[in-house]
Structure formats: C-alpha cells, structure tokens
C-alpha cells in the first residue's frame, strides 16, 4: 500500500492541499525518527506560523489508527510510526502470493521504451569498455519489462565505415578460410590490426576500392562481409547469453544505408541543411555547438546521419514512449547534436530520446588496454572471475554438488554488479577480489544470503498459515526493506539507474543478516517460528526477484 498516501489523505491542514503534503512526505534517515516524515519548514511561509506549530497542530489534529500507528511532532517534523505488524502482514502476503511478480506493476502498459544497448563493432574486440553498457541496458530491459513497458532491445551494430574495406583488403593478401572459420573475432580482429599497422598505399586504395564494392552491392565483396558480420555475432550472441541479455532488434548503421537520403531531403527543405568547406552541416552555433556534421566533402554519410535516420525508424516502427542511448559519456555531444537536429527538424518526440550516459571501465592493473596496446576482452574478465569463484567455492564448501554451475553465476554475477552496483555515471576500477568479496556490497555476498535463507526454507518449509505478534527491530527492518523493494524498482527505471536495484539487493541482505544472527527462526518458540519463517521466504523470494532484474541467477546451495 500507498503509505505516503494515506498519510497525506488524513492529515487535516488548513491551506495545504493533499498534493502538496503527498510531495514533501520523505524517509527520514533512521527508523528511530519514526517511517514516515513530514517537514513542515516549507509551509511556514503560506500559512505564517512557525514550522514548529505547523508540525504540532498536524500531529494533534493526526487520529493514529491500526495502519499509522503515531504521529508526533519534532522540530518542525511531523513523524509517523506505521504499525509493524499491519505492514508485516501485507507484505509478507503479497510477496507469498505474488512469488516471480514481487514488486512487477502494470504502470507501463500501452508504452513502448526502446534501448539502444551494447551497440557492438563487427569485427572490433568485444572488450571490458562493452561491459557497462552491456550490463546496464540488459538491465533497464528487464525493469522496464518488470513495470509492464514493452521493452524493445536494439543492437546498433557498427557494421558500416571504411573499416570494412580494409578489413578484405587485408583477408585477400593474409587471411585464409580456415584460420579465420576456426579463431573467429579474434583472427579477423588480428586482421584488421595487421592493416593498421602494415598496410602501404597500395593497400589503402584497395581497402578503399572494396568499400566501394561493398556500398556497390558487389556479390564477392559482401559475402566477404556477411561472412565477418556473422562471426562477430556468433561470438558476441555467446557472451550476451552468459549475461542474460536479450535483444530484439540487430538493426546496425548498415541497415539505415537507404533510409538516409529522405532524412538528407528533409534537412534540406526545412533550411537546416548548410554547405561548409564542401560538407553538408547543420549549424549548431546558436545552441552553443560545434555543427552536426551530415555529409562530408565526398558525399559520404557520417554516424550522426544514420543516426538520425535510425531514430526516426524507430518513431516510425515502434511509436516509443522513450528511446534511451546507453552509451558511454564520451558521446555526449554527439547526442546532445542530433538529438538538437531532431528538434530543429521538428519532431517534438526528439524530446523523447534519453543518453543513458555511463562512466569509465578500468581494470585495477591500469587501462582497459594493457601496455602491449592490446585491448581486454570482455570473455577473459568473465572467464577468469568464474574460475576464482570456483577456487573460492571449492575452498569455502569443498562437498557442494555442481560447483560449475555455481561457479558461474557467482562469477557472472559478480561482473554484472560489479559494473552496475555504483551510479552509472561515475567511473569505475575493476577489482576482482572486490566484486568477488564475501563480505562486500556485492552480488556473491546476496547470493550467499540467498542459499542461507534457501537452506531454513528447505528445512522448515513455507508455512500455509501464520500469526503476527508484535516484531523486534530486526524483524521490522526486514519487513520494512521488503516493502521497499516495489519502489526501489520504479525509482530505477524512472533515473535509468539499475543501480537503485543492486543497492537495495544488498540492503536487504545486510538487514536479513541481521535477523537472522539475532533471532533463531527453525528453533523459534510458539507463533514466532512461523511468522519467521514466511518472512524468511518473503526476504528470499525478493531478493531473487532483484538480481533476477539486473540478469543474476540465484544458485541453491553455496
Ligand atoms: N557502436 C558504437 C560505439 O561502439 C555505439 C553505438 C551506440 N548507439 C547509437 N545509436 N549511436 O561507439
């Protein structure tokens, strides 16, 4: 239930209305304040009086009943106690009943978000910078899905560019089918680096020529093409299986190649469209920034032009509520100008468009890159935290049955959450000991929680009835973070911010921790053991419901 809500609908304040009180009704920072607090402060102006007479005359004038309990007046706060035992028994309920859905809602039905996410480069390293995007998108898609959203997962492969011209120039002279059908990625990776660094003059105006080919439609050049397109997905659709993420579309820039030219036309008749020094811009001046460059001197399109393009077929297609860009902030201004161009042109849904922005990966040791200049790939960091999960799990529980399978989603999950547990926005260090830290705020340590709570469910059962007496602070406290989690998942989609979600996850641990240090619940006397035992399945079954959101599996046993 809607404790805000309530609260606001019985307060009686003459000259304030239910709204407003609704809005200013905060979470005070600890429990001993009270659940609920209003402060008065801004009030006092409107209806001069002090805010300390403002919160007594609401408090008095308050009737406490069954669901609030007390409503006391301190320093210019109003305080509110919700009765434990009323909010115990409707949570523990809806949780037992509703299982999987816990915390899911309807608010988005009729609406369709489309994610831009991982957004990889054919034939480039899908490496440890693809992983926030990656983690964080996969994300998004399932709360956005949870919130009863049509989430539409879009793949804006980097399949189009002069890259690819030289990538067959470099697989005539060097390449062979086998070595590149066996190593994949990698060799048609090593490929393209050798081009870089090798390639003549000669060689460049070949890779020119059959990126000519390629836009041409010649049959050889594009089967060269496909061939690497496929392999780049074959590879990367592995890893996206791993981390659980799903996409819909794979509608890269390549796709946008015959939908640029109307978006080129439309430019141009609305008087956007400008010459510079033989390019076509779009003058960003007056909005203080530097032009959107749409075709340059030789004709060719640029990333902003197929962007434009796609985001129009995506109006077009799919009649978004909101198109979100995951990519990371080095794109900023890139988003913030075609986003502009958009509005320029007209479309009063470029208001729509959201850049989901996203700090930095680094990996403890330095860069993303080592010193070798050689990028790390995102399967090396995955491979090597499921084999340390392993060696821990062994060491930990030596007799533990399928340790692989548990290796793995501890290992998974710990890249997952290690990407996403901070504000998407901050740049981020990669430590394997931290992500894979029992102790930390981390996704092992949840699903440590989990196999504890699993193993007194598997011993004492889900009890089909039970009784509330009244609740210790711990039992409260986890009552109370229960009953968060609903919010904590609109908060997350509402910021963009799958964050929201790891942090309850491990609030709710540490607060089910405590309970269960504290208080026995298998040897618990009379009404209590079953009371606690439905509370323990309400905790388990909440805590899986969220890392099932950010794509971690929950292992039984540890
Ligand atoms: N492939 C791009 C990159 O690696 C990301 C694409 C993001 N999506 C977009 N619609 N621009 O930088």
């Known amino acids: 239930m809607d404790y805000k809500k309530y609260i606001a609908q019985k307060i009686k304040a003459e000259g304030l209305s239910e709204d407003e009180i609704y809005s200013s009704i905060a979470l005070p920072p600890n429990s001993d304040m009270g659940d609920y607090a209003l402060p008065c402060f801004k009030f006092a102006k409107v209806l001069r009086k002090s805010p300390a007479l403002i919160a007594q005359d609401i408090a008095a004038n308050y009737s406490a009943d069954d669901v609030i309990e007390k409503a006391e007046a301190v320093n210019g706060y109003v305080n509110f106690t919700v009765n434990k035992s009323a909010l115990a028994r409707e949570t523990i309920d809806a949780v037992l009943n509703s299982g999987e859905k816990y915390g899911s809602s309807d608010e988005g039905a009729g609406r369709t978000v489309c994610i831009d996410y991982s957004s990889v480069n054919i034939a480039k390293p899908f490496h440890i910078g693809h992983l926030s995007t990656t ?5 998004l898609y399932k709360i956005f899905n949870f919130l009863g959203y049509k989430a539409v997962g879009i793949n804006h492969l980097g399949d189009y560019g002069t890259q690819f011209g030289k990538l067959i120039c470099a697989y005539k002279h060097w390449g062979n089918k086998e070595e590149v059908e066996k190593g994949g990625i990698h060799a048609i990776n090593d490929l393209y680096v ?17 990126f000519r080919l390629i836009e041409s439609g010649d049959k050889e050049a594009n089967e060269l093409f496909d061939w690497f397109k496929d392999l780049t997905l074959k590879y990367v ?12 579309s794979y509608a890269g820039e390549r796709f946008y190649t015959d939908k640029m030219q109307p978006v080129i036309d439309e430019l141009r008749e609305k008087g956007l469209l400008k010459e510079s020094e033989g390019a076509q811009i779009v003058d960003l001046e007056p909005y203080g920034m530097p032009p959107c460059l749409i075709l340059r001197s030789d004709g060719a399109s640029l990333y902003a032009t197929r962007d434009l393009a796609a985001a129009i077929y995506r109006k077009n297609t799919y009649d978004f509520y909101k198109c979100l860009y995951v990519v990371a902030y080095q794109q900023n201004l890139h988003f913030k100008q075609f986003f502009k161009v958009l509005e320029l042109m007209g479309k009063e849904w470029a208001k729509d468009l959201v850049h989901v922005a996203y700090g930095m990966v680094s990996l403890e040791d330095g860069a993303m890159s080592t010193r070798k200049g050689k990028v790390v790939w995102l399967e090396d960091v995955i ?20 340790k692989e399978d548990v290796a793995e989603k501890v290992g998974v999950g710990a ?6 547990y901070n504000s998407k926005i901050k740049d981020i260090v990669f430590s394997y000991d931290k992500v894979l830290s029992f102790e930390g705020e981390t996704s092992v340590y949840v699903q440590y929680t989990c196999a504890r709570a699993n193993s007194v469910i598997e011993k004492g059962g889900v009890p089909a009835e039970y009784k509330i007496s009244d609740l210790l602070p711990q039992e409260a406290e ?6 968060a989690f609903p919010q904590a998942v609109k908060d997350a989609a509402e910021k963009y911010e799958p964050s929201i979600v790891a942090r309850f ?12 240090f504290d208080c026995k619940i298998l040897t618990a006397e009379g009404d209590k053991k079953n009371f606690r035992l439905a509370l323990t399945a309400a905790a388990l079954t909440t805590l899986k419901n969220a890392l099932k959101l950010l794509g971690i599996g929950v292992p039984d046993k540890m």
Request: with cysteine; net charge negative; aromatic share 12%.
């Open 383 to 402: 491979k090597k935290c499921e084999e340390k999960a392993y060696a821990i799990i062994s060491e930990k529980n030596p007799e533990l049955e399928n």
């Open 237 to 248: 659709k592995g890893i996206y299986e791993k981390l659980n993420v799903t996409f819909d």
């Open 415 to 420: 890249v997952i959450f290690g990407a996403l």
């Open 135 to 139: 983690a964080i998108g996969g994300a």
């Open 194 to 210: 050798r081009f870089n660094t090798e390639a003549d003059e000669q060689m460049e105006k070949e890779a020119r020529e059959y």
């Open 478 to 483: 986890v009552v109370k973070g229960i009953a």
């Open 505 to 516: 996850a491990v609030d709710l641990a540490q607060k089910f921790n405590k309970f269960y």
